[in-house]
């Protein structure tokens, strides 16, 4: 089992930053991978990006290339999300996930209980 926690949403103007942080405990590396996605209002979950444990690899979806970074601790089992020149179409529920390393969601059966980020214009 593995257990997520999502911090750091909350209401910031666009042009803003923000950190988002999850917290894994559990058999965190019975999973190789860290996904982050998110899900505004009427819309279906889509990919952010993703991390790997071990060496870090990472992968990110278009609409955040440039302005989204993911990092992770693995001693800490912390994971992070970077979020700099927010735009008001960011602002959705974000949700850190445990699997493979990929944009799919079928990809990941971990989730945490997601993070609310509002961008203001």
């Known amino acids: 089992q593995v257990q997520l926690v999502e911090s750091g949403g909350g209401l910031v103007q666009a042009g803003g930053s923000l950190r988002l942080s999850c917290a894994a405990s559990?058999?965190?590396?019975?999973?190789?991978?860290m996904g982050w996605f998110r899900q505004a209002p009427g819309k279906e979950r889509e990919f952010v990006g993703v991390i790997t444990w071990g060496g870090g690899s990472t992968s990110y979806a278009d609409s955040g290339k440039g302005r989204f970074t993911i990092s992770r601790d693995s001693a800490k089992k912390m994971v992070y999300l970077q979020m700099n020149s927010l735009k008001p179409e960011d602002t959705a529920v974000y949700f850190c996930a445990a699997g493979g390393f990929g944009s799919s969601i079928s990809l990941y059966d971990y989730w945490g209980q997601g993070t609310q980020v509002t961008v203001s214009s």
């Open positions: 559990g058999r965190t590396f019975s999973r190789n991978a």
